[in-house]
């Protein structure tokens, strides 16, 4: 019935009322929603009169990224269920619920808070032990699907090229250097992912681990470091079947776009490596856009043109950039439906990245018909 109730305001559009003003939502506003990933602020607990759940309920809002702020420090786990499923009754399309659980220093559902307890990917590549390793890949799948969550911003499958990077191998986030042994293990964490109907985002691509500088912070050009094998986990991974989704980094590479444009923000890098050369169909996430190797750079407007123009189809702004001004949903989407109307986005464009979101959505068994009421039994009822 959801998806009947989907195809039908897509077709024909529907009225709504917003602030007391009736107002128009045709099927473009809905697909723009889709290619918007928020983060929620500080809140922790639901708010029904907060404006973020009306943006939800009226379909300009795609997903939610969790960080954690968003945990309430009494009572955790039911004021963070019931923060999740009540999200998720209100838009007609069901968000994607996002989340960091790589494990390790990457880690928000932690275990002062009742959950199981997570290691570093650096340290599960040191036990080398299927048991141990499925062991705690499991624990970060069950923290998240306790809570509702349903899509992962991991496997990290960058290559511990630089053993100093302070963002990706000194902070333990590499499974090694080796290709294949860094896309066994994200092959593991995809695997035990899905078995639950969790989706996973495999990052940073075009590969971040030859970096010496943080792209939270700036510019991180690895032009000189950049090496052609850390595609190659991505190459594997794709051959296999086992990819969800891919998230770009904001590395700037001048062999692969001489324009130096991060890879975010690169059509060279995005349509054409990850697209065209790898032959990839799926969804692309940016990784966040107010991260300051873009914030500080590009500017609000230019960033998400030239991410869309570059393939990205949803876009990040998870308003955790200390420092940085929050991004409102109407900030974003109507810049996004601002660049369609001024004919800088094509409506194909939009229409192809809300095609492969929503078939995402569909294989994580979002759009099936009784999927509220398996959240809310999973959710509410224990």
């Known amino acids: 019935m959801k ?3 989907v195809a039908i305001f897509l077709a024909i559009g529907f009225v709504t009322s917003f602030n007391g003003f009736s107002q128009e939502i045709d099927s473009l506003d809905i697909k723009i929603g889709q290619m918007v990933m928020i983060g929620i602020g500080s809140i922790d607990e639901y708010d029904s009169t907060d404006r973020l759940v009306k943006y939800i309920e009226d379909g300009y809002v795609g997903g939610i990224v969790l960080y954690e702020k968003n945990i ?37 559902l932690k275990t002062k808070y ?11 590549a040191r036990l080398n032990n299927s048991d141990s390793v499925s062991h705690y890949i499991s624990n970060i799948v069950s923290n998240m699907y306790e809570m509702g969550i349903n899509l992962n911003y991991a496997p990290d499958v960058d290559l511990a090229v630089n053993p100093y990077n302070p963002v990706i191998a000194k902070v333990e986030r590499s499974y090694g ?3 294949a042994d860094v896309s066994k293990y994200a092959m593991e964490i995809v695997r035990q992912h899905r078995l639950m109907g969790i989706g996973t985002v495999l990052k940073h691509f075009p590969g971040h681990g030859s970096s010496k500088s943080d792209t939270h912070l700036g510019i991180a050009d690895v032009t000189n470091y950049w090496r052609f094998e850390e595609l190659r986990p991505y190459k594997i991974m794709l051959d296999s079947g086992m990819v969800d989704a891919v998230m770009t980094a904001h590395i700037v590479n001048a062999n692969l776009d001489h324009r130096k444009y991060p890879s975010t923000l690169s059509d060279k890098v995005v349509t054409g490596i990850l697209r065209d050369f790898l032959n990839y169909e799926g969804v692309v996430f940016s990784d966040d856009m107010q991260m300051m190797a873009i914030s500080d750079h590009y500017g609000f407007e230019n960033a998400v043109k030239l991410a869309i123009l570059a393939g990205v189809d949803v876009l990040m702004f998870a308003n955790n950039v200390p420092g940085s001004e ?6 974003l989407h109507g810049m996004i439906r601002k660049l369609v109307d001024s004919g800088e986005i094509s409506e ?11 078939k995402m959505k ?12 398996q959240l809310q039994k999973r959710l509410l009822d224990n």
């Open 114 to 124: 009742g959950f199981l307890p997570t290691i570093s990917a650096a340290k599960m």
């Open 3 to 5: 998806g009947l109730k």
């Open 177 to 179: 250097l080796d290709p």
């Open 348 to 358: 194909s464009s939009i229409d192809e990245s809300y095609n492969r979101i929503i």
């Open 362 to 373: 569909s294989d994580l068994g979002l759009l099936s018909p009784n999927y509220l009421e």
């Open 326 to 331: 929050n991004v409102t949903v109407k900030d």
């Open 72 to 108: 309430l420090r009494k009572n955790p786990k039911p004021a963070l269920k019931n923060l999740v499923y009540n999200y998720q009754t209100k838009p007609n399309i069901p968000l994607f619920i996002s989340i960091d659980e790589e494990g390790g220093r990457v880690n928000r």
